[in-house]
């Protein structure tokens, strides 16, 4: 489970995912990877176990996040650790070799509706990519993503874009059909509905790093800061990103691992 975001702040977009796990995992120091097709430089945000990313911003200010899906029909649905390899590919493709956040976009939505061998990603998925479409940065934009794997009489991928003002996914659809439902994961509806409010209030960077500290809930899996007692057993918060671009070629990359950012604040990446 994840809380992901953007929030349009004047010629700024901060873009952010908490990242939330069951199983104990190490998280790796951001990396620093070679771009093509214009892009310089990504800071890439990985984990032990995984080559491709969970999260990521380019030096052109594309930026990549993404939050699992939890449907009614999951047990439908499974994805091989070879699919599951292919996508965090797709997803590290987003930034490596876009300058334009539209065609990230697009390159993800082809992905998951062919898998770029005629065959359609099995399982549910949730991502955002931000950025500008244009070389002059005139034309912010967030493009928010659900993929649904053959939904009947549905599009495979739907989307919301935003502009302006903020918007924030947890894990449950809202264009697509099957949504997990509140009594089977009010989680995902609670944080929901509590980061909305929180951004609703203040709509900026300090407003993002408030938020990813909220444990208004208590000190649980139902916060969006997640801590427990159980490790191992129940989800708790391990990483945090939160990346800032302007249409100076600025490009701001905050984070915490191993930790959440209550207890671990985030500190700036000076790697890039």
Same mark, same amino acid.
């Given at each position: 489970?994840?809380?992901?975001?953007?929030?349009?702040?004047?010629?700024?977009?901060?873009?952010?995912?908490?990242?939330?796990?069951?199983?104990?995992?190490?998280?790796?120091?951001?990396?620093?990877?070679?771009?093509?097709?214009?892009?310089?430089?990504?800071?890439?945000?990985?984990?032990?176990?995984?080559?491709?990313?969970?999260?990521?911003?380019?030096?052109?200010?594309?930026? $990549?996040? !993404?939050? *699992?899906?939890?449907?009614? /029909?999951?047990?439908?649905? &499974?994805?091989?650790?070879?699919? %599951?390899?292919?996508?965090?590919?797709?997803?590290?493709?987003?930034?490596?070799?876009?300058?334009?956040?539209?065609?990230?976009?697009?390159?993800?939505?082809?992905?998951?509706?062919?898998?770029?061998?005629?065959?359609? $990603?099995? !399982?549910? *998925?949730?991502?955002?990519? /931000?950025?500008?479409?244009? &070389?002059?940065?005139?034309?912010? %934009?967030?493009?928010?993503?659900?993929?649904?794997?053959?939904?009947?009489?549905?599009?495979?991928?739907?989307?919301?874009?935003?502009?302006?003002?903020?918007?924030?996914?947890?894990?449950?659809?809202?264009?697509?059909?099957?949504?997990?439902?509140?009594?089977?994961?009010?989680?995902?509806?609670?944080?929901?509905?509590?980061?909305?409010?929180?951004?609703?209030?203040?709509?900026?960077?300090?407003?993002?790093?408030?938020?990813?500290?909220?444990?208004?809930?208590?000190?649980?899996?139902?916060?969006?800061?997640?801590?427990?007692?159980?490790?191992?057993?129940?989800?708790?918060?391990?990483?945090?990103?939160?990346?800032?671009?302007?249409?100076?070629?600025?490009?701001?990359?905050?984070?915490?691992?191993?930790?959440?950012?209550?207890?671990?604040?985030?500190?700036?990446?000076?790697?890039?």
């Amino acid at each position: 489970m994840c809380t992901i975001g953007v929030v349009f702040e004047g010629k700024k977009i901060n873009t952010f995912k908490q990242c939330d796990l069951i199983p104990i995992t190490e998280f790796n120091e951001p990396d620093v990877r070679q771009g093509i097709n214009g892009v310089t430089h990504y800071t890439a945000m990985t984990r032990q176990g995984s080559d491709g990313i969970w999260a990521g911003v380019n030096d052109a200010g594309v930026a $990549f996040v !993404a939050a *699992d899906s939890y449907t009614t /029909t999951a047990a439908n649905y &499974a994805a091989s650790s070879e699919d %599951v390899e292919a996508l965090f590919a797709a997803y590290e493709t987003s930034i490596r070799s876009y300058t334009n956040a539209e065609e990230a976009a697009n390159s993800l939505a082809d992905f998951y509706r062919t898998m770029g061998k005629s065959k359609p $990603f099995p !399982a549910p *998925d949730i991502s955002l990519i /931000t950025g500008w479409t244009d &070389a002059e940065k005139t034309q912010p %934009v967030a493009i928010f993503i659900e993929y649904m794997p053959n939904p009947f009489n549905q599009e495979s991928v739907r989307i919301i874009r935003r502009t302006e003002g903020h918007f924030v996914s947890t894990n449950n659809f809202r264009l697509q059909p099957d949504s997990v439902n509140y009594p089977a994961n009010h989680s995902t509806y609670l944080r929901l509905q509590r980061a909305e409010l929180l951004l609703q209030l203040e709509p900026n960077h300090d407003g993002i790093k408030a938020m990813l500290c909220d444990q208004y809930y208590g000190k649980n899996e139902l916060s969006i800061c997640r801590e427990t007692a159980y490790p191992g057993i129940e989800f708790h918060t391990q990483a945090s990103a939160l990346f800032s671009a302007d249409v100076n070629d600025e490009v701001v990359s905050e984070y915490q691992i191993n930790g959440n950012p209550k207890t671990n604040p985030l500190v700036v990446f000076t790697g890039s």
